[in-house]
């Protein structure tokens, strides 16, 4: 007796499984570098099928930063208004360790977004962040009136609300865990970027930490005396505002006044400048590292250090930092391995010290809590608009000690 083949069956969920592989992908790779047969792959499907669901790349994608963001709405509207603010960044914990491996498709591709799309987007967060920074203006309220201890004006007279600079720095620690992949427990994060969190909430910008009187400068931007180095100077800023996938040979050229076909005399191609922009940002955060600790033996001493010069070269060279963090992906496995172990000596000299000042941490614990606090100072940051004044900048740095417990 012979029976028929059973067709297979299609899941009923296929949709939200092909959503939920494509924002890992996009996580991963980048929009520019990730394919739609790369995410047809990842569900074990065809890429008929997947166009089936989506007509095309983008629509896929958009629809991945608006199930994200949905998360995070969902999550704060769960919690009752008048609930405590450990209660709001619990739940925005959960919902971002859960989607850990697509939760970084909004943080820096969110800018391929079309302007009505990255509108709504926005339109979600604006509302997380304001459900964030009422409970952080209700439970640690700042002094109105008075100068504060490091001299900036009157806390009122600011243009930027500081509950909400400390609720996007907060959102900024328990986002970070989307940007890297130390391994460690799902409960175990949430409870270290929650506490980080909640930390930095409580965390007064105008108190100067303890250590932070010494002046910090990372090494100033180079000055380009070399074609190599000039085509590098146009192409980093380019890369910063429009993505390096949109950026053309032609413009990079046209910003140093060559032909393109001359920048082949220079670089091989144009994934070799980016190359060179990452390693530059490895080499400025080392240089700011050595200048930084130098003749510092207290521990607590050289973490604030640490977070004073990494929050220096965050403002100093935004448009490098930018490139750095958002295109490393993109680089071929050959270009992007000494980019990795430089970003990872780095990391491992915060670690180190971190654990000198907390003991009970384990290197796990110490490496979230670090890239917490970078977290914190890309956040912050940009609700700065990275305008760069020592006052900006002390106020990064205390968040960013904030983060790290100390």
Known sequence: MTTEPTAAVRPRNRRQLIVEAAGRVFSERGYHWTSMEEIAARVGITAAALYRHFPNKYALFAECTEIMADRLVAAV???PPAAPLADLLAALGRVTVAYR??????RWEARYLHREDRRHLRAKFAHVVGRVEEAVGREHPLP???PPATGQPPAASRPLSLAHLRAVAALGAIGSITMHHTSIAARRAEELLSASAARVAATDPAAAPRGAARPVEPPAQPVPRTRRAQILAAAIPLFARDGFASVTNGQIAEAVGLAPSALYRHYPGKVDILAAACLQAAGVVTQGVDRGLRDIADPYDAVVALAATHVAYCFEHTALNSVAEAEVAGLPDD????V????REYIAVWEQQLRLVRA????????VLVHAGFGVAVEAGRGLRWRDTQEHRDVVTALVVGALGL
């Open 77 to 79: 509207d769960e919690v």
């Open 101 to 106: 491996a697509s939760g970084g498709v909004y």
């Open 144 to 146: 109105p009136t008075g």
């Open 335 to 338: 270009l992007r391995r000494p």
């Open 340 to 343: 990795v172990l430089a970003q």
């Open 360 to 367: 009970e941490l384990d290197p796990r614990q110490a490496r």
